[in-house]
Structures are given as C-alpha cells and as structure tokens.
C-alpha cells in the first residue's frame, strides 16, 4: 500500500462514517465562532428545538465589525447600530448556549484566526472549522482546518460532524530558500500567480520544502491562510520542532506529561515518504522577490522589479477581458511599471499579516523614518490583545507612532470594512491582507497586496519600492 | 427546506469569470442576524450606480442600466447563467441567500467555488457544472433576442432547451436526494447519532487533550 499524506491521515483519523454515496462525516475537534456568520446557525438551532453536541469543542470572539478605536467603550462604542446588534447576538448566544467566548473587552479578543493558535484551541492533528473562509490559516499548524458556511455552523453546533467529501491531494514543494527581505506572504502571492485563483479548487494543499520547512509557525500560518485564495479550501505544513515549540505553553495547549503524549502522536503528522499527491507544484523559492498584487484578483501579481503586463501578454480564454476590467477598475496603465504605483493609504494587518513578527518586519523597516507625505492614512491593526501587548513591550507602537502611523485596536478593520475603517473611491491602498477584489476594503477602493515589510516600505516611499534596497540603509536597519 | 421539482426558467447570463462572493453579496449587507432581506442587495455593486448601504431601499438608489440583470427582458429570472469560478472567496453563505431571494435556483457554470458550491444544496438552490462548450452555446441563446428557457429537472439530470435538445448533468446523489425531498442535512446526519457516539468514545481515549479545554 502506497504511503499517505498528511492530508489523508488527518481524514482518516476523523472519519465518523463513510456513505455509499461518496460522502462522509468526518468529526470536527474545534469550531471557532465570529459574529457575521453565527448568528442565523444559533437561530436555526432555536427553531429546531437543538442543543449544541459538545460546548466545549467551541470558542468564540467577535472580529469582522469591531471597532479599532475608543475600543474602552465596549459594545457601546461600536456606531453602527446593525454592527452593534450583530456583536451583541454573539455574545448573547455565546452566553445561552454556554460557549466559552472572549468578547470585546476580553484581552484575548482578536481575529479569530489570530486568536485561535494563539491560545492553543488550535492544536496539531485537529479538524478545525469556522465559518470564515480563511480558517484554512490554522492547518499551519499540521490540523486540518477549513471554511464552511453558515448552514455547516449550524451543522456542526448541533452534530459535530461536517459532510463531505474527500479532497485531491496538492503539494507545493519550494526548493531553496527565500531570499533575505522576501517574505512568506511573498511565496504565498507567487504560489496564487502561478497556479491561479481556481488552481487549487477541489484539493487540499501541503506546503513543503526546504523555504516552508525554514519559516516561522507565524509565517506558515500566512502561507496556509491564503490556500482558499488559490481556490483549495485548506492548506497545511507537516509537524516539525517549529509547530512543537509553538505549541508549548499556550493556555489552552495539554500541558506536562499530557503535551508528551500528545507530541508523540503529533510527530506522525507527516506524510510518509512514498505517499502520492495527486498534483505537485514545484517553486524556486531561492528565485523569489518581493510581489506587489496589481489587479481586483490575487493572481494578478508581480515582482517588485516588474510590470504591469501587457495585454498582449494574457494567454487564457477571458483572461484579456479580465485584466481589462481590472486594469480599468485600478486605474493602472498596461506595462507600467509596479515601482510607479502611488500609495494613499497603508493597511497593516488582517489574519494574514497581524502577528507579532509580521509587526516587527514592518516596525523595522520604519524606524527612524516616516511616512511619505503624499500618504493620506497608514494604519497598523494588531490581530489580538496579545499581540498588541506584545508589541507594546517591544516598543513597536512608537516606532509606529513617530513614524506617522495610528496604533488600533485588534480585529479585522480594513481588510474586509465592515467597520469604519475604510478605503475612499479611487484609492490606492498597500494592505498586508488577502484579498484585492473590487470594493474589498471600500467601494471603489483600489487594494495592492504586498507583506509587511513592503507594505511598510510603500508608506515611507508613497509608491511601492524594493524593501530590500531599504533594510541596511539609513535609518530602519535592523530591530 | 422547499422540496425541488421541475420547473421551466429564463436565463440571465453573466458573462464574468471568477465572480466573487464579495460582489454577489457586498460586507456592508453582511451585518444582518437574519437570513432573509439580502435579494434586493445581490450584485450590488455592479446592480446599482450609488454605494448602497443597508438602510436604503431599491426605490432610493440609482438603476445602473448597462447590468446584465437590469435589462427587462431577463426581469424573473430563475436561472443564472455564469463562467469559471463562481462564487470565489469568502465563505459567506449570504451569497446564495441573496441568490436565492432575488429568484434564482438554478446557476450553472463551466466551474464553482468549493464553499459555494456545497452552500447552494443547504439552501435549495442547484448548482451544475457544465462543459464549457455547451455553457458558450447558452450564453449565445441566452444574450440573443429570444433569450433562452429551460427545464430543469433534477430528478432525471436533464435540462431541456426550446428545441427539445437535452443536456445531461451530474449531481451528487446524496445532495440530489435532500434537494428532491426538501430534507435538512442536520436531521440526516442525527441519524447516525449512535456512529458519532462510538467515534467520540474512541477519539476522546486516543487523544484526550482534545477534550473539556475551551471551558
Ligand atoms: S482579517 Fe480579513 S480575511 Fe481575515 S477573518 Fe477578518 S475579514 Fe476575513
């Protein structure tokens, strides 16, 4: 028998019930909860007269809607009365049903998917869903972690079961390492540019090689985050020393001779060595820059160094028309270059790019300088309290501060706003988050892709520039 | 859940390719704690010329004419015809309550989004993969002036054009049978409550700390 991947052992070790029809239950460990896509799940649980399988397999914290301001006010400080009410029903359903949730005042609130390894309710080896469709950011952690509809929370409140069916088997395998000053969110823009938006539709993705090996628990976590970009819905990194480090002393992680136990069941979380993928991606991670999002879908991509293409460039059926569109939509001319795109606003945040590392990439890069006076706004929105406190310690804030950039309070802001924190029409934002499609962060907002560190860079320069002709020089250097 | 029988619908084609949830559906109409109220609101961006927002009515906003499902001769739709890609993005389920408020159960496509695609079945609404040849014969019925009707009838797989031509399509027969008989997944899956039982006693002794944490 041919060996399996980590992606067909996290199945198999979940699998409730195989039906004749294709379809299976597969038994999920975690459901984390927010409150854009619970509220009508709980009222479907109501109306049935159902109570919730097991309580404590979920945890809760409001993000999409919450303020990142004057956050002392609480609910009450939130100005959008439909916003207000929809974080209050979570909190009122949380208390009903008896689920544990850090609400807006808690220090752990957070993006829930910041929130979640943070706390170590995420855990190696679990099935973790969410209604949210980048709950594929905690499969960093060797879980199988995916996305699910509003109907699927109720689904899984009331069985603790999901139904579905069996994905195909991806590999992105990197060779080499990422060069210096080239990010995972990087890898992750190239991997989308490459095998595009639909590429991984119908599979599951394991990152592998030697530059996923080499990253960070944070930086796998950015990488796994946008998989449901690339159209898979989860994405995933084998068990190594890295996740067992992170995992470690988190409050909710099994502590002492329970984590041992654990750890050892943890380290199988591989896949074995004769397993067979189904499709296989291979990358030159050594050959990466960094990559600046130009058009309304995360496959328009490029390198810093590059262009915006040509027309006569595009390949596909429709892609023509599509770059069109989007080329219209962003006020970009065809073949100019990305070094010439002007920044109005700076967004550093989401739960692709809000953890404490993600911060100190950018902090490094604006220390001692400040933000172009072109810029209209450059924000920084930490993904939880923690990291927030963190970063606070390290003195991150005024490097951001005297920079010229706001310090906010964690939650999703302007990756998705649905708060106030918003793009105007016509402008062009440099945002660490995932997804650039028209009206994302703003009706007629124009959003570029781009990590950290370049995101950064971008502020201080008012057009996007090569972080890596930054770093090293003048101020900034080093943290 | 309404059960799904056969019925005969106009098509409204919207030729875009990877037509996201973000558009069929825009954030600001997400806030809602209900699961109706999102029709008026679908493709919002692209429906109407002013930003809308959830406290204005259709009769308020301003009519963008050039939008597909504006032009009065695809006015009740219940078929939505689409390209590669539909229903990108996020997970928002809201997307196919806007789909089905406005009036269609049917959307066919060349291809889907996964979470799209299994939250069309959860509410009564019937997604279909067709081969790309035929879905560009569609679009040319469909954009022409007589437009194009067909039947749909999920019972035997099959769409029928005006000229009787037939068009066989797959569906997953779980899927199939909750749609035919209106059955909610939830009840379904109840069933096997003593399987999950048994899987629950087995995975707790196997991997402990999975239990009794986020208290
Ligand atoms: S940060 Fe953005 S992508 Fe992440 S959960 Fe919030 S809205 Fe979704």
């Known amino acids: ?479 | 859940m309404k059960a799904f029988e056969r019925f005969v619908g106009r098509v409204a084609p919207l030729n875009r390719a990877n037509v996201d949830t973000d558009q069929i559906i825009p954030k600001q109409f997400l806030k809602s704690i209900r699961r109706t109220g999102f029709g008026d609101n679908l493709f919002d961006g692209w429906r109407y010329l002013d930003e809308g927002d959830p406290s204005k009515t259709p009769n308020e906003r301003r009519i963008n004419p050039d939008f597909v499902l504006n032009s009065p001769r695809y006015q009740g739709a219940s078929i939505l015809l689409a390209q590669d890609n539909f229903g990108c993005g996020s997970s928002r389920e809201h997307a196919v309550w806007a789909l089905e408020e406005y009036g269609f159960r049917v959307v066919l496509a060349p291809s889907f989004a996964d979470i799209f695609f299994s939250n069309c079945f959860k509410n009564g609404v019937l997604p279909i993969v067709l081969d790309k040849d035929i879905v560009e014969e569609m679009f040319r019925f469909a954009e022409s002036e007589k437009g194009l009707e067909l039947t749909v009838d999920l019972a035997a797989q099959r769409l029928t054009l005006p000229s009787g031509e037939q068009v066989a399509f797959e569906v997953d027969g779980f899927r199939k049978h909750c749609l035919l008989e209106g059955l909610d997944d939830i009840g379904v899956t109840l069933k096997d409550a003593g399987a999950i039982s048994d899987f629950e006693i087995h995975h707790r002794a196997r991997s402990p700390w999975l239990f009794d944490t986020m208290r």
């Open chain 1, 1 to 479: 028998m041919a060996g399996r991947t980590l992606y067909d052992k996290l199945w198999d070790a979940h699998l409730v019930k195989q039906r004749d029809d294709g379809t299976a239950l597969i038994y999920i460990d975690r459901h984390l909860l927010h409150e854009v896509t619970s509220p009508q799940a709980f009222e479907g649980l109501r109306l049935a007269g159902r109570q919730p399988w097991r309580v404590d397999a979920n945890i809760a914290t409001p993000d999409h809607n919450v303020p990142t301001q004057k956050r002392a006010e609480g609910i009450a400080g939130i100005m959008d009365p439909i916003s207000r009410i929809q974080v209050q029903t979570l909190d009122d359903n949380c208390e009903a049903f008896g689920i544990l949730e850090f609400p807006i005042l808690d220090a752990r609130q957070g993006i829930v998917h910041v929130v979640g390894p943070e706390q170590g309710a995420t855990l190696p080896g679990m099935t973790v869903v969410c209604g949210d469709s980048h709950t594929s950011t905690h499969g960093a952690l060797a879980a199988l972690a995916h996305g699910i509809g509003t109907s699927e929370v109720e689904h899984v409140l009331a069985t603790q079961c999901l139904i579905q069916r069996k994905a195909k088997n991806m590999r992105i395998m990197t060779r080499g390492r990422l060069p210096e000053g080239v990010t995972a969110k990087d890898l992750a823009l190239a991997i989308i540019g490459r095998i595009g938006t639909a590429g991984g539709t119908g599979y599951t993705l394991e990152f592998a090689g030697e530059a996923v090996q080499a990253l960070s628990l944070e930086g796998r976590m950015t990488l796994c985050n946008m998989s449901i970009e690339a159209g898979a819905r989860a994405g995933m990194v084998a068990f190594d020393d890295t996740t067992a480090d992170y995992v470690r002393g988190r409050p909710y992680a099994p502590r002492g001779e329970m984590f041992e136990r654990a750890e050892a069941q943890w380290r199988g979380l591989v896949s074995d060595a004769d397993a067979i993928f189904d499709a296989e991606v291979v990358i030159d991670a050594s050959a990466l820059e960094p990559q600046v999002s130009w058009g309304t879908s995360p496959e328009m991509v490029a390198g810093i160094s590059g262009r915006v293409p040509e027309l006569s460039a595009a390949t596909r059926p429709g892609q023509r028309e599509g770059w069109e569109a989007a080329l219209r939509y962003m006020g970009l001319e065809p073949g100019m270059a990305i070094k010439d795109i002007g920044v109005d606003r700076i967004f550093i945040g989401s739960c692709t790019n809000s953890r404490i590392e993600d911060l100190r990439a950018a902090a490094a890069v604006v220390r001692g300088r400040r933000v172009a006076s072109s810029v209209l706004q450059a924000m920084v929105v930490p993904g939880s309290g923690p990291v927030k406190r963190q970063a606070e310690e390290e003195g991150l804030h005024e490097i951001f501060l005297a920079a010229g950039f706001e310090w906010r309070d964690p939650g999703c802001s302007m990756c998705l706003a649905m708060n106030a924190d918003r793009l105007g029409p016509g402008e062009h934002c440099a945002s660490t988050s995932n997804r650039n499609f028209e009206g994302r962060q703003g009706h007629g907002g124009r959003t570029h892709l781009v990590s950290p560190a370049m995101a950064a860079a971008a502020a201080v320069a008012g057009h996007f520039t090569d972080v890596r002709e930054m770093v090293g020089s003048g101020p900034g250097g080093a943290a």
